[in-house]
């Protein structure tokens, strides 16, 4: 019997063996090779009718938390709303309570302790206010990590590097969001953020590059309610701009609105929209659609 991380052929009709589940199958006999019968899930099921009530222990490990998930919560339930057989009342919730507070104290023992869970505390905010996926928030979190281990945030904002880790993280990781987006939900304004965004990528060298039009595409097109018909062809018109070499120099955010715009007012059947609208939604002047599009009518 073949092993599992060997390449195999079936032993039967010398047919390509590919791995379905936990079982190596060929794919033009059926015959199972061999199989891995490890389940690698929870160990339970856990269903609403369960009298067994299994419970877990906490939330996984996470990057976003300042210990990082492993520290000890006292909840707030009183027994009998979480299925407990006994409930506590009186004397005995007073004395949780103040065990809680005391521990919530005792979490954060330094002032770098306590900077660093505002931090984070602010980053999942902005995080979670801009609908962006969960690695953006742990990614984000370790930058501002790294930044306050090399002293960076010494006589800057908290606020401004939160944001400016939340913007970083989008740039490297191909999630386009502009200044202005992230200063509208974040506590930080534009200076605050260009400031410490500056610091982050003099120290540690991010690797960003110059963003591409076409990220911006779906969510500015969503947002003017066109249909995937325009995007495409707004993409093409990207396309065109960049072979052409009419990028460079051009707020990537403009470029990508002016082609939304160009290509809702080609054909008749697909909704237009105004150059305010777009202009809009590309955070730019209505100048700046117009100049694109005449570029792109040149072409």
């Known amino acids: 019997m073949a092993e599992i991380d060997s390449p195999v052929i079936c032993p039967e009709c010398k047919g390509t063996v590919r791995q379905q589940g936990t079982e190596l199958v060929c794919e033009d006999c059926g015959l199972v090779s061999t199989e891995d019968p490890i389940d690698r899930g929870p160990e339970w099921r856990s269903f ?50 103040r065990l809680r507070r005391e521990h919530n104290r005792a979490r954060i023992s330094s002032k770098a302790e306590r900077n660093r ?64 987006e992230i200063v509208a939900v974040a506590r930080a304004d534009g200076d605050e953020l260009t400031v410490a965004y500056d610091a982050l990528n003099r120290e540690f060298g991010l690797p960003t590059g110059p963003i591409d039009p076409t990220e911006y595409l779906p969510r500015y097109a969503s947002k003017l309610g066109l249909e995937t018909a325009v995007e495409r ?11 052409a070499g009419l990028i460079g120099g051009r707020n ?29 939604v590309g955070d ?11 570029d792109l009518d040149a072409l």
């Open 48 to 97: 609403d009718d369960d009298e067994t009530d299994r419970r877990r222990t906490g939330a996984p490990l996470t990057r976003s938390r300042h210990d990082r998930g492993l520290s000890t919560e006292i909840g707030y339930g009183t027994g009998s709303d979480v299925g407990y057989s006994s409930r506590v009342t009186g004397r005995k919730r007073q004395q949780i309570a």
């Open 117 to 180: 869970v505002y931090g984070f505390t602010e980053i999942r905010r902005v995080n979670a206010s801009l609908s962006l996926p969960d690695y953006t928030r742990e990614q984000a979190c370790v930058l501002f990590e790294s930044a306050q281990s090399e002293g960076l945030l010494q006589g800057r904002s908290l606020e401004g590097f939160a944001a400016a880790a939340i913007y970083a993280t989008c740039r490297t990781r191909s999630n386009a969001r502009t200044i202005d």
């Open 284 to 294: 730019v002047a209505p100048v700046t659609i117009r100049s694109t599009v005449t």
């Open 233 to 243: 062809r707004a993409r093409e018109h990207v396309n065109a701009l960049f072979k």
């Open 252 to 280: 990537p955010s403009g470029v990508a609105a002016a082609c939304l715009y160009k290509a809702a007012d080609e054909r008749e059947a697909w909704p237009s929209i105004t150059q305010a609208a777009a202009a809009d």
